[in-house]
T-cell receptor
């Protein structure tokens, strides 16, 4: 049983560019959450997708957007990249009624 | 406001010593869940334990134990007879409305 998978593993982008990160949830899970973890900090909640809709959102600007597909996989898009967007982006999946989220290995984004 | 505080930024102990990681949380909710995660250098968050607000029983799992005290809003984590493989960053977290709020983490160094 595959766990949560994310791609790519690492990514280097230039300021002003756009980036798309991908996540496949654990089998049986239909809810996907995204977190940003800056160096030396704890993960910060970006948003959560359920039934292909954004269910809730953390304190992140509109430059951060997402999508969930019918197979429950998800994408995180970040437009107009800033140096401060450099971080580890973690995806987590869960199933309805569970308070436990399973995390993927993350995508490390570097903005130069 | 929901908040998780891990006052210890970094701890170093010699192998086989016991070590306790502190966690204090703030929430106005009566129902909530608390977690501990381990993050090794690879970056993936590894789930260690979940505790709901109605269950104040302490738990032991091998060399790991957790002390949940609602009266002091604390959920401390003890590693007994520490090993080098325990070296990692440990996060305490609070789940509210299916959104996980993390502390800033404690970096634990186990010295051989």
């Amino acid at each position: 049983d595959a766990g949560v998978t994310q791609s790519p593993t690492h990514l280097i982008k230039t300021r002003g560019q756009q980036v798309t990160l991908r996540c496949s949830p654990k089998s049986g899970h239909d809810t996907v959450s995204w977190y940003q973890q800056a160096l030396g900090q704890g993960p910060q909640f970006i948003f959560q997708y359920y039934e292909e809709e954004e269910r809730q959102r953390g304190n992140f600007p509109d430059r951060f957007s997402g999508h969930q597909f019918p197979n429950y996989s998800s994408e995180l898009n970040v437009n107009a990249l800033l140096l401060g967007d450099s971080a580890l982006y973690l995806c987590a999946s869960s199933f309805p009624g569970s308070y436990e989220q399973y995390f993927g290995p993350g995508t490390r984004l570097t903005v130069t | 406001a929901q908040k998780v505080t891990q006052a210890q930024t970094e701890i170093s102990v010699v192998e086989k010593e016991d070590v306790t990681l502190d966690c204090v949380y703030e929430t106005r909710d009566t129902t909530y869940y608390l977690f501990w995660y381990k993050q090794p250098p690879s970056g993936e968050l590894v789930f260690l334990i979940r505790r709901n607000s109605f269950d104040e029983q302490n738990e032991i799992s091998g060399r790991y134990s957790w002390n949940f005290q609602k009266s002091t809003s604390s959920f401390n984590f003890t590693i007994t007879a520490s090993q080098v493989v325990d070296s990692a960053v440990y996060f305490c977290a609070l789940n509210r409305d299916d959104k996980i709020i993390f502390g800033k983490g404690t970096r634990l160094h186990i010295l051989p």
